[in-house]
């Protein structure tokens, strides 16, 4: 067994994942918060592909976390401590450690991709999750269960 907290982000369950877009995508008094994140997570240089206009109807927080997650050392804990040194925000703290599994099967895989593959244009990609909201799939792609879709808050 894997405690939870050591897992890979891109294991954590969708509604984590909404509900700390829905923390930190609107603007907060001390400023924009998926950025800060951006900037503790050290992925900062894909600030200007997230924040592109073509990515407006997309979660800021969930691009970034999509983005990151393409590294095989983007744990739970990995992002927790970027959420306590950059943030300073104990509601987001708690939610994500209560959304968090509490443990996973060591048989499972270790690394689960959930971004877009690293050769793959995050702008391209979000156009893809978009026309899969629309019921536009195209003939070279196939959408499973466990396809990541960009929450809209």
Known sequence: MRPGIDLHVSELPVYARCRLAALLDPPHPLGRDWLLLALGLGVESAVPQIDAPEMVSFSHTDC???????????????????????????????????????????????????????????????????????????????????SPTVPQI
Not at 86 to 102: F, G, H, I
Not at 115 to 123: A, K
């Open 64 to 146: 970034l976390l999509a983005l990151w997650s393409r590294n095989p050392e983007s744990t739970i804990r990995r992002l927790l401590e970027a959420v306590r040194a950059t943030l300073q925000r104990s509601d987001v703290e708690e939610a994500l450690l209560r959304l968090t599994p509490l443990c996973r099967s060591s048989t499972s895989s270790g690394f689960k991709h959930d971004g877009p593959s690293p050769g793959t244009n995050l702008i391209s990609a979000a156009g893809f999750q978009q026309s899969q909201r629309n019921g536009r799939m195209s003939s070279t792609s196939s959408a499973s269960p466990e």
